[in-house]
């Protein structure tokens, strides 16, 4: 089954820097726009950082800006988070999809599309 695969999530505290990691299992990235979400309790999902499939093109969510970057390599996705604060605790997944901009990547609420793959998620905490 083909899906992504995310690590990297940990307790950290605020002012710290995490990196998080996302390969495909299955198929490769080439031609997808990429993107980070994240999920906190109670709240829904939302698009924090997407990508361009040749890296052109960028998206962050407002809060985040100055923070996050988003990066990819060969075929894996990055998201440097630095300056963590408590409100970016959350479960962070990753996602990719083919023939779609970076604004509406970052922007799919759901019911999402049934082409996008998503990773399980990975836990960051961001508390002292």
């Known amino acids: 089954q083909l899906h992504l695969v995310e690590s990297g999530g940990d307790l950290v505290q605020p002012g710290g820097s995490l990196r998080l990691s996302c390969v495909p299992a299955?198929?490769?990235?080439?031609?997808?726009?990429v993107g980070w979400f994240r999920q906190a309790p109670g709240k829904e999902r939302e698009g924090v950082a997407c990508l361009s499939a040749n890296s052109q093109w960028s998206q962050y969510l407002d809060s985040v800006k100055g923070r996050f970057a988003i990066s990819r390599v060969n075929d894996a996705v990055y998201l440097q988070m630095n300056n963590l604060k408590p409100e970016d605790t959350a479960t962070y997944y990753c996602?990719?999809?083919?023939?779609?901009?970076?604004?509406?990547?970052?922007?799919?609420?759901?019911?999402?599309?049934?082409?996008?793959?998503w990773g399980q998620g990975t836990q960051v905490t961001v508390s002292s």
């Open positions: 299955g198929f490769s990235l080439d031609y997808y726009v």
């Open positions: 996602a990719a999809e083919t023939i779609i901009t970076v604004e509406n990547m970052c922007a799919q609420h759901p019911p999402y599309r049934d082409t996008t793959y």
